[in-house]
């Protein structure tokens, strides 16, 4: 069976950092483009940052370019998503997913998904 499970999420304050980690079980990694998506409340899904797996080329979209990065582990079978500077606005439950395909940064393209964790920015 196929399966993400992110952790690293919580309670931050602005200006603070995260590491957020996408752990993959029944599938390596490598094979797939990870992304991290994320959704607020009352807000539709976005990519925050994707990663390919043919030349680990990256994506991020423009509200968290030069704070953000993504990268993968391969022999942890892990990819991770570290937030820095963090604002309110990032206030989200972050989601991982695989792409096997290589398509765009676009959550329609994932068909793997894990569950989600909460990340809160707030004073």
């Known amino acids: 069976q196929l399966q993400l499970v992110e952790s690293g999420g919580g309670l931050v304050q602005p200006g603070e950092s995260l590491r957020l980690s996408c752990a993959a079980s029944?599938?390596?990694?490598?094979?797939?483009?990870i992304g991290w998506f994320r959704q607020a409340p009352g807000k539709e899904r976005e990519g925050v940052s994707c990663?390919?797996?043919?030349?680990?080329?990256?994506y991020y979209a423009d509200s968290v370019t030069g704070r953000f990065t993504i990268s993968r582990d391969n022999a942890r079978n892990t990819v991770y998503l570290r937030m820095n500077s963090l604002k309110p606005e990032d206030t989200a439950v972050y989601y991982c997913?695989?792409?096997?395909?290589?398509?765009?940064?676009?959550?329609?393209?994932?068909?793997?998904w894990g569950q989600g964790t909460l990340v809160t920015v707030s004073s």
């Open positions: 990663i390919s797996s043919s030349d680990g080329s990256t």
């Open positions: 029944g599938f390596t990694l490598d094979y797939y483009t």
């Open positions: 997913a695989a792409d096997r395909l290589g398509g765009p940064c676009l959550a329609k393209y994932f068909g793997v």
